[in-house]
């Protein structure tokens, strides 16, 4: 080969030299290189990137954030703890990190919950991200507690990296995330696992700690005491025993019945410890409002709407709502892709200022309730109350925007005052010791605690106008009794069972004597007064007459969607065992207890079912006939409507506070006192015994009903013993009764 001189070998190796830089300079410039599209990922640090990571927003997390990615995680299927990792409040839930400059990710680890999958997404800009790999559920394979799952990335890379979005059947628990833009060298490596933080030593509770469960056992003690005190009453009564011992019961029964009274409002517990009840008031508030834009059928669609539109459009997409026209709870996207149907309103639609003011008040009760039960309140059933609630409602909530100052200051204390209202009608209209009866039950009875609406708002109206009409008959003003009784059936629809007594013991004088009794049909007038005009006025403040058909429209759904704390005859007939909550229950789906209401729905449609009811109906209304058949004070007629609500309707547990009227019955029938307050007993020892609501309330159901029976055939049956002792006795003047 034909050798260069030196002068041109050396200039030829230093122009191959200049090429060589010139080249790898323009590939490692931006936009140089032929192709070159992304700019090249930073150098990589050793370990997890998020353990040096930034933390720049979190979104519905429970628990320190540090712990999401602190390079420790928990035993292999341990159950997850507190002091060891994070969870997920939400299905949107998230952390968000900042990687300092854009790096390669190689790999991904996550521990979490076994039946959650989690989701790691990548962003260059910090707002539009990638999902790079959703971690897998581990659980039918691996079992449940915490489950490490592990991935190999290739080309994946970003600066910010989120952490969350967790779904499915698990707890959303995470006890660590990691993630590296080098494969560690044992992939993937072992998770250290720290000990626990010693706990701080717990206070010994007293068993006179004011808990929920100590004070349903307390309320069951009360009602005992109070039946044996009755039972020691009759005695006394009978036996003529000395005066003393009369006042000294009055005394022991006025204590028990303030006691007992305030053990409605657990001592002042409430709910251990908040008053206001948010998901109801959040219910009844937002829909009264807004009734005229909203109707029954949008308040969820409506909330879901403005939240995101206030930021939280990624939680909104991945939740699930009950769509109220359909009764099923179903992903909330469709709400997302079409808002303005939504916002074109029920009656009107929403105005600019009518929207923003509605944002603004659903999200103070979002804020107070707390995201979890957020969650849950768009799953629950809606606005329910009739448009002549609506007329108070609404008047109320539109003294301004939703407020600590008018919610906890003002309009929480109404119940209150309708309860302590509802007692003073009775001590009007039969005695403090009737009173004291009453209250005793209404404090310590299970089905109607303050657990369940306690703390809302106007939902305890209907009962004080249930107990203010029956107390007017009962002080001779049947014009305004029969008002009283009708108001209360329009606003809760079931207060009807007041008037069947009534109606049946007016048809039956005009059929034995063609004569139309006078106190009767002025009851039936002051009905009629009420009704004619309530439905208007109520029409008027709803802004359409449809508010009627869509109020009964909606009834009839809700009357046809079997719930699980559900009382009466209706729920005992349609009860089966091999449909119970506990095998119905589906966690798997959307809608965990769509199969228990299906199941329900069944077995009433067969020939056990709807035939069976309506003959034990009937049967009940010819006891009913029989046993008041010699009864002509049309306020005990009234009073039997806690009889006929019973079996004839099937209501949620709360409304069966209504039982406590029994005890107006208790001077004409002492043995009612007494067992009225078994029951109240019995329903206490019923709650520590069941775990399911459905058992719970199917129990209940069946101790409330037998008690409706036995009451019924008692006040019959003494009648009859009371009309023979008349017949064999000659007839003397009356001696004035002793008030025991």
């Known amino acids: 080969m034909r050798r260069l001189p030196a002068r041109r070998s050396a200039s030829f190796a230093f122009g191959a030299a200049a090429l060589v830089a010139a080249l790898?300079?323009?590939?490692?410039?931006?936009?140089?290189?032929?192709?070159?599209?992304?700019?090249a990922p930073a150098a990589c640090p050793p370990g997890n990137l998020l353990a040096s990571a930034r933390l720049v927003d979190s979104l519905d997390i429970g628990g320190p954030t540090r712990l999401a990615a602190d390079d420790a995680g928990a035993k292999e299927g341990a159950n997850?703890?507190?002091?060891?990792?994070?969870?997920?409040?939400?299905?949107?839930?998230?952390?968000t990190y900042d990687l300092g400059a854009d790096r390669p990710i190689a790999a991904a680890l996550i521990q979490g919950d076994a039946w959650n999958t989690f989701s790691i997404q990548v962003s260059d800009d910090g707002v539009s991200f990638r999902e790079v790999w959703a971690a897998p559920v581990t659980g039918p394979v691996e079992g449940r507690g915490q489950r490490t799952r592990s991935t190999l990335l290739s080309g994946v890379h970003g600066r910010f990296v989120r952490v969350g979005e967790a779904t499915g059947l698990g707890y959303r628990t995470l006890s660590e995330a990691q993630v590296f833009c080098e494969i560690p060298y044992a992939w993937p490596e072992p998770l250290p696992v720290l000990a626990d933080p010693p706990a701080a030593p717990k206070a010994p509770r007293s068993w006179m700690s004011l808990t929920r469960r100590n004070a349903n056992i307390w309320k069951g003690s009360l009602a005992f005491l109070g039946?044996?005190?009755?039972?020691?009453?009759?005695?006394?009564?009978?036996?003529?025993?000395?005066?003393?011992?009369?006042?000294?019961?009055?005394?022991?029964?006025?204590?028990?019945?303030?006691?007992?009274?305030?053990?409605?409002?657990?001592?002042?517990?409430?709910?251990?410890?908040?008053?206001?009840?948010?998901?109801?008031?959040?219910?009844?508030?937002?829909?009264?409002?807004?009734?005229?834009?909203?109707?029954?059928?949008?308040?969820?669609?409506?909330?879901?709407?403005?939240?995101?539109?206030?930021?939280?459009?990624?939680?909104?997409?991945?939740?699930?709502?009950?769509?109220?026209?359909?009764?099923?709870?179903?992903?909330?996207?469709?709400?997302?892709?079409?808002?303005?149907?939504?916002?074109?309103?029920?009656?009107?639609?929403?105005?600019?200022?009518?929207?923003?003011?509605?944002?603004?008040?659903?999200?103070?009760?979002?804020?107070?309730?707390?995201?979890?039960a957020w969650e849950r309140m768009l799953q629950d059933h809606g606005y329910n109350p009739s448009p002549v609630w609506n007329m108070a409602g609404a008047l109320l909530s539109n003294l301004g925007p939703a407020s600590d100052s008018l919610i906890f200051g003002f309009l929480g204390w109404i119940d209150p005052a309708l309860i302590l209202l509802t007692f003073g009608f009775i001590v009007w209209g039969f005695g403090w010791r009737t009173a004291c009866v009453a209250a005793l039950y209404f404090g310590t009875n299970e089905p109607a605690p303050y657990f369940w609406t306690g703390g809302a708002f106007l939902r305890e109206d209907w009962l004080l106008g249930a107990v203010a009409g029956i107390c007017f008959l009962k002080r001779g003003r049947p014009l305004l009794g029969g008002a009283c009784l009708a108001y209360s059936t329009l606003l809760r629809v079931f207060p009807l069972g007041f008037f069947v007594a009534i109606g049946l013991r007016l048809g039956w004088i005009f059929l034995r004597e063609r004569r139309l009794d006078r106190t009767g049909a002025s009851i039936v007038v002051g009905a009629a007064l009420a009704t004619l005009i309530l439905l208007p006025a109520s029409s008027m403040v709803a802004g359409s007459a449809s508010a009627w058909p869509e109020f009964l429209k909606n009834t009839k759904k809700h009357a046809g969607s079997p719930l699980t704390n559900y009382m009466g005859l209706r729920t005992i007939v349609g009860f089966r065992w091999e449909t119970r909550q506990k095998m119905t229950y589906d966690p798997r789906s959307s809608d965990p207890f769509h199969n228990f209401r299906e199941a329900r729905k069944q077995a009433f449609r067969g020939i056990f079912g709807q035939p069976l009811f309506l003959a034990l109906v009937v049967a009940y209304l010819a006891l009913l006939m029989w046993g008041l058949r010699r009864e002509m004070e049309w306020w005990v007629l009234a009073a039997?409507?806690?009889?006929?609500?019973?079996?004839?309707?099937?209501?949620?547990?709360?409304?069966?506070?209504?039982?406590?009227?029994?005890?107006?019955?208790?001077?004409?029938?002492?043995?009612?006192?007494?067992?009225?307050?078994?029951?109240?007993?019995?329903?206490?020892?019923?709650?520590?015994?069941?775990?399911?609501?459905?058992?719970?309330?199917?129990?209940?159901?069946?101790?409330?009903?037998?008690?409706?029976?036995?009451?019924?055939?008692?006040?019959?049956?003494?009648?009859?013993?009371?009309?023979?002792?008349a017949a064999a006795t000659p007839s003397t003047p009356a001696a004035p009764a002793a008030n025991a």
């Open 227 to 372: 039946a044996a005190l009755l039972a020691w009453g009759a005695y006394l009564k009978r036996g003529r025993r000395p005066s003393r011992f009369g006042k000294l019961r009055d005394v022991l029964l006025l204590l028990l019945g303030i006691v007992g009274f305030g053990g409605y409002f657990n001592w002042g517990g409430y709910h251990f410890p908040e008053r206001i009840h948010y998901h109801e008031f959040f219910h009844y508030f937002i829909g009264a409002k807004y009734f005229p834009e909203l109707g029954y059928t949008h308040i969820y669609e409506c909330a879901s709407i403005a939240e995101a539109e206030q930021g939280f459009r990624r939680r909104v997409e991945l939740r699930t709502i009950r769509d109220l026209r359909r009764n099923e709870i179903v992903p909330a996207t469709y709400v997302l892709a079409d808002p303005d149907r939504f916002k074109k309103g029920f009656i009107r639609p929403f105005t600019p200022e009518r929207w923003e003011s509605f944002k603004k008040d659903t999200a103070y009760f979002r804020g107070k309730a707390g995201i979890v």
């Open 80 to 95: 997850w703890r507190p002091t060891r990792g994070i969870q997920f409040l939400t299905a949107g839930a998230s952390l």
């Open 640 to 725: 039997f409507g806690f009889g006929v609500i019973t079996i004839s309707m099937e209501l949620t547990c709360y409304y069966f506070s209504f039982v406590m009227i029994a005890a107006l019955l208790w001077e004409k029938r002492p043995a009612i006192g007494v067992w009225l307050l078994v029951l109240a007993t019995a329903t206490q020892a019923i709650e520590f015994a069941t775990y399911y609501y459905d058992m719970r309330y199917l129990l209940e159901s069946v101790a409330v009903v037998a008690f409706v029976i036995w009451v019924t055939w008692l006040y019959g049956r003494s009648a009859v013993v009371a009309g023979e002792s």
């Open 24 to 39: 790898s300079f323009a590939l490692s410039t931006p936009g140089l290189a032929a192709g070159a599209a992304d700019p």
